[in-house]
């Protein structure tokens, strides 16, 4: 998504950062006045890195995993619960180590699996967006939000599979979600605020959603074109 002012990048969430811009492995919500004022440390730091280039890097040391961009059909497959074998095997663990390459490398806060062609249940984010803060890495095995909360809110979001778009898109203030760690132990946790938005978003796309799903009919209008730029750029066998 393109924030077109330092307001706006306060509260800008994943995927990537533009130069104006901040992307959830996925998705920026565009910031309100209520919301500046209540800005946290976090917060601030993001919007210091919202000032950088946006990162595509043509190869990311450690991975050949990139991000794909939409209509490519692993944004849409179904995705398979990952197994207690794929856990004990370890392959589970390696690639969520280099989703995290990728995320870091394109200066996001979460990435999910089928964004870069893996359809498996798992999603890992930094709300933090910096690698130095490894402590702040969260990985979710096979997670389901079990409770949303009434309450809702809207942002501004954008998504590094879209590029050069965004949209307002309402979610949950707060979810209670189950999921499973590297190890397979079971975990709840409840997620308010940024981390539940930065989670909801990154959970869509273990449901085959993209942000452009829940836009309003108005929102859906205005990204049409840029929509159909992206299908034609990609070719046959999209999946839309």
Not at 163 to 183: C, F, H, T, Y
Request: hydrophobic share 35%; aromatic share 8%; glycine share 6%.
């Amino acid at each position: 998504m393109k924030c077109t002012n330092r307001m706006s990048l306060a509260v800008a969430f994943l995927c990537s950062l533009r130069r104006s811009s901040i992307r959830v492995s996925a998705f920026a919500p565009h910031a309100t006045t209520t919301a500046t004022r209540s800005l946290s440390s976090t917060t601030t730091t993001i919007i210091k890195s919202a000032l950088e280039e946006e990162v595509d890097p043509v190869h990311i040391e450690g991975t050949d995993f990139r991000v794909l961009k939409y209509p490519h059909p692993s944004l849409r497959a179904e995705n398979a619960e990952i197994t207690e074998e794929e856990l004990k095997s370890g392959e589970i663990s390696k690639i969520a180590k280099e989703l995290f390459l990728v995320m870091y490398a394109t200066q996001g806060v979460g990435l999910a699996a089928p964004q870069v062609g893996i359809n498996k249940r798992l999603m890992v984010y930094n709300e933090s967006g910096d690698k130095k803060k490894w402590l702040q890495e969260t990985v979710m095995v096979n997670p389901k939000i079990v409770q949303f909360s009434e309450a809702t809110d809207v942002e501004n979001e954008g998504c590094l599979s879209f590029p050069d778009m965004r949209g307002d898109v309402q979610r949950s203030k707060w979810i209670k979600v189950e999921a499973q760690n590297l190890k397979g132990k079971k975990m709840k946790k409840k997620f308010k605020g940024w981390e539940a938005r930065i989670f909801q978003h990154e959970y869509d796309h273990l449901d085959g959603v993209v942000y452009p799903d829940r836009l309003t009919d108005e929102g859906k209008e205005e990204v049409k074109e840029r929509l159909s730029e992206l299908v034609e750029d990609f070719g046959e066998g999209g999946a839309l």
